[in-house]
């Protein structure tokens, strides 16, 4: 059974940083590029980052870029997001994602997502 | 950044309707578009991708279609799960950006 679980929310004070883990099991972690969304209290859905499967591609949305970075290590089977500079528009639920091997690349397995809240 | 708008947002139905659920996009995104489905205090999860393939596992009252800027999904006679709210996604160019979400409520 594929799981990802998130830890690493809190709160932080703007200006702040905080960094998210991601563990993965039930698949082959380094077959699979992977994401982070964000999801702010009742509001819709955002994509921030995503990596390949051997980290030599990485992408940001603007409203991160410069401030997140993505990451992650297939031997410990782990997606991270550092996440630095942080503003009150940060705060949201980050979930972790799996992106499916097939052309549009959708987003297959989600973890549940940590809570992370910006505010001094 | 492509523009994805779903229609209606919110959408009122009974258990045993047929319900249709469009998403437009600013731009031609090919059959790069994928659906999910999100119910209160969980993580979302996917139906259909590449525009009309479904998920194994998703039940076949389920189904999409569309290319270029225009997609539907449809849920024919709808059951009491499937009231949660449903995005749409493209993936054809980065960023990928989602719908602003339709509510499908009781």
């Known amino acids: 059974e594929v799981q990802l679980v998130e830890s690493g929310g809190g709160v932080v004070r703007p200006g702040g940083s905080l960094r998210l883990s991601c563990e993965a099991s039930?698949?082959?972690?380094?077959?699979?590029?992977m994401t982070w969304v964000r999801q702010a209290p009742g509001k819709g859905l955002e994509w921030v980052t995503g990596?390949?499967?051997?980290?030599?591609?990485?992408g940001y949305a603007d409203s991160v870029k410069g401030r997140f970075t993505i990451s992650r290590d297939n031997a410990k089977k782990s997606l991270y997001l550092q996440m630095n500079s942080l503003r009150a528009e940060d705060t949201a639920v980050y979930h972790c994602?799996?992106?499916?091997?097939?052309?549009?690349?959708?987003?297959?397995?989600w973890g549940q997502g940590t809570l992370v809240t910006v505010s001094s | 950044d492509i523009r994805m708008t779903q229609s209606p947002s919110s959408l009122s139905a009974s258990v045993g309707d047929r319900v249709t659920i469009t998403c437009r996009a600013s731009?031609?995104?090919?059959?790069?578009l994928n659906w999910y489905q999100q119910k209160p205090g969980k993580a979302p999860k996917l139906l259909i991708y590449?525009?009309?393939n479904l998920l194994s596992g998703v039940p076949s009252r389920f189904s999409a279609s569309g290319s270029g800027t225009d997609f539907t999904l449809t849920i024919d006679i709808l059951q009491a799960e499937d009231f949660a709210t449903y995005y749409c996604?493209?993936?054809?160019?980065?960023?990928?950006?989602f719908g602003q979400g339709t509510n499908l409520e009781i």
């Open positions: 994602v799996r992106v499916r091997i097939a052309p549009g690349v959708p987003l297959d397995y």
């Open positions: 039930g698949f082959s972690f380094d077959d699979y590029g």
């Open positions: 990596i390949n499967w051997d980290s030599t591609t990485t």
């Open positions: 731009q031609n995104i090919n059959s790069y």
């Open positions: 590449d525009a009309s």
């Open positions: 996604q493209q993936t054809y160019s980065s960023p990928q950006t």
